[in-house]
Nanobody
Framework: VQLQASGGGLVQAGGSLRLSCAAS????????MAWFRQAPGKEREFVAA????????YYADSMKGRFTISRDNAKNTVYLQMNSLKPEDTAVYYC???????????????WGQGTLVTVSS
């Protein structure tokens, strides 16, 4: 599966942004999908993941309540709605996919290119 993330940009602290990740292929609905991020000088970290049907979602503790992951299997797209953004949310955000839930939150097999989110104070 090939992934293409979009929707990054510059936003003020407290603002919102929605990232999208479009996937190619006819088997999108059989993949767990996830978002990761990498801030300057830091390691890549898990943000959120979602099950095949969208019925189950998983979040890093620091993102709970502010970020929402969702998917539209008809459009082969996964989203990350980010609210109440903070300067420390500044990072390159990556979407990822894997068939196994335990793997998609750690070392997914498929990655998209990143999209930069910059939160100004």
């Amino acid at each position: 599966v090939q992934l293409q993330a979009s929707g990054g940009g510059l936003v003020q602290a407290g603002g919102s942004l929605r990232l999208s990740c479009a996937a190619s292929g006819r088997t999108f609905s059989s993949y767990y999908m996830a978002w990761f991020r990498q801030a300057p000088g830091k390691e890549r970290e898990f943000v959120a993941a979602i099950s095949w049907s969208g019925g189950n979602t998983y979040y890093a503790d620091s993102m709970k309540g502010r970020f929402t992951i969702s998917r539209d299997n008809a459009k082969n797209t996964v989203y990350l709605q980010m609210n109440s953004l903070k300067p420390e949310d500044t990072a390159v955000y990556y979407c990822a996919a894997d068939r196994v839930r335990a793997v998609v939150t750690t070392t997914p097999a498929y990655w998209g290119q990143g999209t930069l989110v910059t939160v100004s104070s």
